[in-house]
């Protein structure tokens, strides 16, 4: 059982140009998330999907999209990089046990915008 | 109002002691609350969930919630060096699934 599972985990891009952040889950849950760390900033949310089909703004979404690929996968898009997207990004999946909710992350990807 | 608030700390314990870290959220429709473990570098590890009013104790740790006064607390017991790190409060809102967080609280534990 992986959990959630984002790839990749390290990159590096020179402004303007495009890549997907590519985030899985096995548990079966409905709710997916993007989020990005700053210091000093705290989890910003980008976007969300609260069920497969569904996609909503987050905080920040300007410079994003997202697909909701199936239950499992939720992507990341970046068309053209800016140096101000330069951050930890974070996906994360939450959904109901028989007895309890649970949320949980990646393992985080580094991007450095150029 | 932000929608998720935390005691912005930084918070200092002996060892040993009990570390309280409070949360208020602002979605009196909220329906999940988490707290999180995060250690620089790493991404947020789950502590414990709460959905119903009282306490939800697991092991040295306690989520209290009290959706009348629209806050969540966690409690840990025993505290230990090994539990330094910034703990995240988050939110599921009441009418969509939008996982909220608070901007955290930095917890040291001495030795």
């Known amino acids: 059982n992986a959990g959630v599972t984002q790839t990749p985990k390290f990159q590096v891009l020179k402004t303007g140009q495009s890549m997907t952040l590519q985030c899985a889950q096995d548990?079966?849950?409905?709710?997916m998330y993007w989020y990005r760390q700053d210091p000093g900033m705290g989890l910003r949310l980008i976007y969300y999907s609260a069920s497969e089909g569904t996609t909503d703004k987050g905080e920040v979404p300007n410079g994003y999209n997202v697909s909701r690929l199936n239950k499992r996968e939720f992507s990341l898009r970046l068309e053209s990089a800016a140096p101000s997207q330069t951050s930890v990004y974070f996906c994360?999946?939450?959904?109901?046990?028989?007895?309890?909710?649970?949320?949980?992350f990646g393992q985080g990807t580094r991007l450095t915008v150029v | 109002q932000k929608e998720v608030e935390q005691n912005s700390g930084p918070l200092s314990v002996p060892e040993g002691a009990i570390a309280s870290l409070n949360c208020t959220y602002s979605?009196?429709?909220?329906?999940?609350f988490f707290w999180y473990r995060q250690y620089s570098g790493k991404s947020p590890e789950l502590i414990m969930s709460i959905y119903s009013n009282g306490d939800k104790e697991d092991g040295r740790f306690t989520a209290q919630l009290n959706k009348a006064s629209q806050y969540v607390s966690l409690l840990i017991r025993d505290s230990q060096p090994s539990d330094s790190a910034t703990y995240l409060c988050?939110?599921?809102?009441?009418?969509?699934?939008?996982?909220?967080f608070g901007k955290g609280t930095l917890l040291t534990v001495n030795p």
């Open positions: 548990m079966n849950h409905n709710s």
């Open positions: 979605d009196r429709g909220s329906q999940s």
């Open positions: 988050a939110v599921i809102g009441g009418s969509n699934y939008k996982l909220t």
């Open positions: 994360a999946s939450n959904g109901r046990t028989s007895s309890d909710t649970e949320a949980f």
